[in-house]
Structure formats: C-alpha cells, structure tokens
C-alpha cells in the first residue's frame, strides 16, 4: 500500500482512482491507513469475503484474498490484473505502466 501512495499522485493525475480491499475488519483498515498515512480509500470485505469471491482471490477457501491489483478503464471493463505474490512493488509499478498505456489510447 505504500507503493500506491507513492504512486497517488500521478494517477489521479492521470484520472485513475484508487481503493484497496482487504478482509480486514473497518477498525484494523482504519488504524492501517492512519498508521501508512494512506490517502485513498481502504474497504472491508469483512465478514462475507463477496468481493473476493466475485474477483476470484480466495485463497484455499480460507478468508484471505491472494494479493491481487486489478486496473479498470472509464466504462468500468477490466483490463490489467497485476497478481505477483512476491514482489509487492509489482503491483503499483504495474497499475501505473496500465493507467499510463489506457491514458495514451485514450489521448490518442
């Protein structure tokens, strides 16, 4: 989550949005953004898991999601999974190089 607030900035600039989900209660995401000074929305999947089960991320039916970026375009079609369980700069490096290509087809 660090890497995405690093990252914040530039894609907003860029016109994306972002929202981490975690299976973490509200309380915990609330004390972990405050305590990583995040500045974009953390939301709870917490107690059903349905967001990590619409996106396929349950991990061996347990209520833990692998960890997953997904990169939407404008009308909302998918169209970047980042989904390297090792390398957690992956993931905002990757939604960035996304947002940077999906602005510049839609700059023309």
């Known amino acids: 989550m660090r890497g995405f607030q690093q990252a914040h900035a530039e894609l907003e600039t860029l016109g994306a949005r972002v929202a981490g989900v975690s299976m973490d209660t509200f309380a ?3 004390a972990f953004a405050e305590q990583n000074s995040l500045t974009f929305p ?6 059903d ?11 061996d ?17 998918l169209r970047e999974v980042i ?21 510049a087809e839609r700059d023309g």
Do not use: I
């Not at 898991?49 to 991990?59: K, S």
């Open 42 to 47: 953390m939301l709870s999947d917490w107690p």
């Open 28 to 30: 915990a995401l609330g």
């Open 61 to 77: 039916g347990r209520p833990v999601a692998t960890r997953a970026t997904f990169v939407f375009d404008a009308q909302g079609v």
């Open 83 to 103: 989904d390297d369980p090792r390398d957690m700069n992956a993931h905002p490096m990757g939604a960035l190089a996304a947002v940077k290509r999906l602005a």
């Open 49 to 59: 898991g349905h967001t990590m089960d619409a996106f396929g991320v349950r991990r």
